[in-house]
């Protein structure tokens, strides 16, 4: 203060006494209220200095020599596993009426929309429709306003899909009545509020057809995990993984960013950090492949919501275990199943979100050494870099978005949660393994796109180290041992789609082909 005061030697002499008397009041606040001074750790305490909660595995991964024989093979591709690719449709000839204009709304997370626009072709297409380009609902938690078209290629995915159904980036003037507003305002015979969740095709046919045929338009919302994975015609599983795989490309300056990141991720030397800062660096194919380096993304889910609905302790003490507790109070009103166990019950099931420390040394068992380069793909960590600082002192190579991109790349995307999300997804479908803390949207996208294309995806046994983690005495080597045998059969093996599973996780049968 007293240095902004008297910047450049220019100090002004009634300034100079309103500091003494601040800096008087100051002392005594905190001579007399020391709890005061205490304020900011109780109020936010999960920016706290975080003590390890593993010291003792810590030291030995911090100390840990991977065999070369060991690294090869981790890096090693998976093998050819007998499956390809297969939902390329019949060229087929449109029908010469639509039926009418279906017009769809979707909430949640970038990947919940995701899916959402897939199953949204594919009722359009059961129903003889056209698709109207989906509206996506502005997000209550990121507070991202990104329309469909400042995320995906819009013109891209309609030429992908002009032989399936007919799309519309907008209503003809005769519709232009509606939308979102109108929708909010009162009931209308158009808007459908009722879809079941996972509705088969028949209840779209009986409920949602008449409306199309009365008033050559119907509006349905909510939207989400609205058709069933179960019982569809084989050409609708197609037509959903097809745009899922091959229609829904993000916007061009997304691609661009992120070939950026990933050459910088594979040829270090042309770091973000060395070019200047108010351009785009063109990257595209403009290393050696032969030299590439290879580099893992990790989805690292840990956000304040997740840390706070799994009700799991997390080793804040006393003030974060309150922290949370109120926050769950607040935004859940106390309804949250996992808070009627103890922490050793939810960890010792799964339930409970890896730590970055925990995840830095499940990959550090796994055999991933200190030079491996590592990519955190994630929003917000709860507890910033106070918790971050764990996983990257045992992978300082790590890097994330701000570390790689410049800070004009960065002002594109500055505070579109979407846009984040969207990048983050491209570095991550083109890394050479992936893995994801815990299971979500993200995860489940990410896998089963991977899965699609044949590239490996470490999936964490929960269970498995919510109990190894339960273990204080465990010694090193014995934790390693359990991690490798626990996990030798979750690394991209191809999984075939249960009943009631995704086909957007688990694309084999439906969008796949025995080779």
């Known amino acids: 203060m007293i240095m902004e005061l008297c910047y450049q030697n220019h100090c002004h002499p009634c300034r100079g006494a309103t ?17 005061f001074s205490h304020a900011s750790s109780s109020m936010y305490p999960e920016f706290n200095p975080i003590k390890p909660r593993h010291s003792r595995l810590l030291r030995s991964a911090v100390q840990r ?8 093979e981790l890096w090693a591709p998976l093998e050819n596993q007998g499956w390809k690719p297969c939902v390329e449709s019949r060229k087929q000839t449109l029908p ?7 017009q769809v709304f979707l909430d949640g997370g970038l990947n919940q929309q995701r899916m959402g626009i897939c199953d949204a072709v594919a009722v359009a297409k059961i129903l003889n429709a056209t698709l109207v380009i989906p ?5 209550p938690v990121w507070r991202d306003s990104s329309s469909f078209m400042d995320i995906f290629d819009v013109d891209h995915f309609i030429d992908v899909l002009k032989d399936d159904i007919s799309i519309v980036k907008e ?42 045929q009365s008033y050559g338009i119907a509006a349905i919302s909510p939207f989400s995990h609205r058709l069933t994975f179960d019982n569809v015609p084989t050409e609708i599983q197609h037509l959903r993984s097809k745009v899922n795989f091959q229609a829904l490309v993000f916007v061009p300056h997304i691609r661009t960013l992120g070939d950026a990141l990933i050459s910088r991720l594979r040829y270090p030397q042309g770091s973000a950090r060395e070019m200047g800062s108010n351009h785009l660096q063109q990257v595209t194919g403009a290393g050696d492949s032969k030299n590439a380096g290879k580099f893992v993304v990790l989805h690292l889910r840990f956000d304040k919501d997740m840390a706070a609905h799994s009700a799991c302790d997390f080793g ?9 507790a109120k926050y769950r109070q607040v935004i859940w009103q106390g309804r949250v199943l996992n808070s009627q166990f103890t922490d050793e019950e939810l960890r010792s099931q799964g339930r409970c979100p890896m730590t970055p420390e925990e995840v830095g040394l499940l990959l550090a068992a796994l055999g991933f050494d200190n030079s491996t380069r590592l990519y955190l793909a994630s929003h917000k960590v709860y507890g910033g870099e106070a918790r971050i600082s764990t996983l990257r002192q045992l992978f300082p190579l790590m890097e994330d978005k701000k ?17 984040l999300a969207a990048l983050d997804y491209y570095v991550s479908i083109h890394s050479d393994i992936f893995i994801s803390a815990s299971p979500g949207n993200m ?3 990410l896998v089963g796109h991977r899965t699609y294309l044949n590239l490996k995806t470490i999936r964490p046994n929960m269970a498995l180290m919510g109990q190894l983690f339960l273990n204080k005495t465990m010694e090193w080597s014995e934790f390693q041992h359990a991690v490798v045998e626990g996990h030798q059969n979750r690394q991209g093996q191809l999984r075939l789609r249960k009943p009631k599973q995704s086909i957007y996780t688990y694309p084999a049968p439906d969008c796949m082909c025995q080779a």
């Not at 020599?65 to 090869?72: I, V």
């Not at 010469?96 to 279906?102: D, F, M, P, R, T």
């Open 19 to 35: 500091t003494l008397v601040t800096l008087s009041l100051l002392l005594f606040s905190l001579v007399f209220f020391p709890s």
């Open 65 to 72: 020599d991977t065999p070369t024989s060991q690294l090869s």
């Open 96 to 102: 010469e009426k639509s039926e009418g204009y279906i």
């Open 135 to 139: 509206y996506l609902e502005l997000n």
């Open 171 to 212: 209503l003809p003037e005769e519709y232009s009545w509606s939308t979102r507003e109108y929708y909010a305002m009162a009931i209308r015979d158009t808007r459908i509020k009722n879809a079941p969740v996972h509705g088969t095709a028949n209840w779209y046919l009986e409920n949602v057809l008449p409306v199309l």
């Open 316 to 324: 804040g003490g006393k003030a974060e275990k309150l922290a949370l």
């Open 403 to 419: 570390s790689l991109a410049s800070s004009y790349e960065r002002g594109q995307i500055k505070g579109k949660a979407s846009l």
């Open 443 to 445: 995860h489940n996208a």
